[in-house]
């Protein structure tokens, strides 16, 4: 890797960290650009805190070679350091203070003047919708509560680069809402994001490119619309009106489409991809033939929708396992494990 800055906020090459036996990073790879969202992707235990720590210097690579802006992650950590800022799980802000008393004391400690460390912290407790919270003890905030303070920590000083280790796990919609508009204002203001994510529409919402990574490696990278594309063209989601038309409709597709088809939850769902080779035309007529080889069998067709597969499908297809695995693997999972 070029010492030269290249307008790239993160470049890592070969990044490898074990512990024990657990190869949480195995030859991780970034190339990050600097100024917008870059939304690193993955499974429960796929290396993404690790990479992050890594990033952030908290933790040395066994091997392989990272760079912050241009510093080595290893021999420049005090450089990396002082650009970068972390949210996630760890703990910022001091629980027995109130949002405001952590607000001002962080700003003090980046130096700021008292009247300014005040300022800074009204203005991000109203930006995060914490106002009526501001006398409260940070313990006694709910979870998502919790976790806007500590975006709000962690952007006190504006860093050039900011981690997110999953900032909207376990959130109901509304606080996921509010965090993502806080990531896009964050980022409008010129800092670059690094944001971990278990959540396909979160990091297809927020990030301009992808990183998914598994097993500690990054499979696939991409703009959220390459990595769709990547896996077909489109997919076409059917509904029929009788449920007991879906195996004779099932059977046509695949002799149409040529493609499996993917029986839903919902006993009339039927989902298929179509357009393998990549031309929106193919996709749209595969679909038109698939639907006039239903129609001449009878089978009525309620809802109809031809899209761009969903990044849970995108995982799927690059991984062949589930990104969030059902209740039941997990639990064959860990009882492997131990
Ligand atoms: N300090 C540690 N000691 C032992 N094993 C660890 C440690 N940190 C991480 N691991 C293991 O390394 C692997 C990667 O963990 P990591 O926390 O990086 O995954 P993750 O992608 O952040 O997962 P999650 O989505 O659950 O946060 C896992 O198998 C994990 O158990
Ligand atoms: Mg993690």
Redesign the pocket.
Known sequence: MSRRATGLAIEAAGLTRS??E?H?LAGLDLAVPAGAVYGLL??????????VRVLATLLRPDGGQARVFGHDVVTEADAVRARVSLTGQYASVDEDLTGTENLILLGRLLGLRKPAAQQRAEQLLAAFGLTDAAGRQVKKYSGGMRRRIDIAASILSTPDLLFLD?PTTGLDPRSRNQVWEIVRAVVAHGTTVLL?T?YLDEADKLASRIAVVDHGRVIAEGTPGELKSSVGSGTVHLRLRDAAQRPEAERLLGTTLGVPVQLEPDPVAITARVGGDGSDLDASAQAARALGELSRAGIVVDDFSLGQPSLDEVFLALTDHPAVPAEAERDDALEAAR
């Open positions: 512990f024990g657990t949480a993955g499974p429960n235990g796929a290396g993404k805190t690790t990479a999953e971990t278990q």
